[in-house]
């Protein structure tokens, strides 16, 4: 197993345009968290899944927002019409049910100019 | 929901000195505590952990103890490296779930050889 990995790792958007970045979590957790992390910040919750399911979404994300697992493995992130303010680490990490900890990923520094 | 509080930085030591990072939290019961730390350009990693009161998590030289009285996870290490500058992020579940992490605002640690 190769960890969790996240693509791409770095993303350099102009101002509303859309962007989609992707999380493959360790094959065998069936728990995917989606954190933003900004500059001096410990990472901040955005959404979970347990399997297919979006179980929680934090008031950080806006309808611009979405994150899919459609088929309870990898998950995709997409923000629509970015924003500077967009701009920031995003985090994905993975976790078997009742486990204690999460797996993160590399990440992915988006910049939005 | 819970919460964590942990000393700002940045943290300058010289190699071999004894380091502490002061965490306190807040917390319904007795969740399980965690040290994550961020090498440069990375994602976080699971440091140590420490699942109930008085355990002691320890990794890599680096240790915390669990103490209720005084509702502290100070991480601790007696001779550091350069290879340790990292930030260092305590952390705890939220409302004592097993499904969602929140996260300190983060330490930097800077070794100087």
């Known amino acids: 197993d190769t960890g969790v990995s996240q693509d791409p790792r770095h993303k350099i958007t102009k101002r509303g345009q859309n962007v989609t970045f992707r999380c493959d979590p360790i094959?065998?957790?069936?728990?995917l968290y989606w954190y933003r992390q900004t500059l001096g910040q410990g990472p901040e919750f955005l959404t979970y899944?347990?399997?297919?399911?979006?179980?929680?979404k934090s008031r950080l994300l806006s309808d611009r927002f979405s994150a899919e697992r459609p088929k309870g493995s990898f998950s995709t992130l997409e923000i629509q019409r970015t924003e500077q303010g967009d701009s920031a680490m995003y985090l994905c990490?993975?976790?078997?049910?009742?486990?204690?900890?999460?797996?993160f990923g590399s990440g992915t520094r988006l910049t939005v100019v | 929901g819970n919460s964590v509080t942990q000393m700002e930085g940045p943290v300058t030591l010289s190699e071999e000195a004894f380091l502490t990072i002061n965490c306190t939290y807040t917390?319904?019961?007795?969740?399980?505590l965690f040290w994550y730390v961020q090498y440069p350009g990375e994602g976080l990693q699971l440091l140590l952990k420490?699942?109930?009161?008085?355990d002691k998590g320890s990794n890599k030289g680096f240790e915390a103890t669990y103490r209720k009285e005084t509702t502290s996870f100070h991480l601790e290490k007696g001779s550091v490296q350069v290879s340790d500058s990292a930030v260092y992020f305590c952390?705890?579940?939220?409302?004592?779930?097993?499904?969602?992490?929140?996260f300190g605002k983060g330490t930097r640690l800077h070794i100087l050889p």
């Open positions: 990490a993975s976790s078997s049910e009742g486990g204690y900890g999460y797996t």
């Open positions: 094959s065998e957790h069936n728990r």
């Open positions: 899944f347990q399997n297919e399911a979006q179980l929680e």
């Open positions: 917390a319904t019961g007795y969740p399980s």
């Open positions: 420490a699942t109930k009161a008085d």
């Open positions: 952390a705890l579940p939220y409302a004592n779930r097993d499904d969602k992490i929140i």
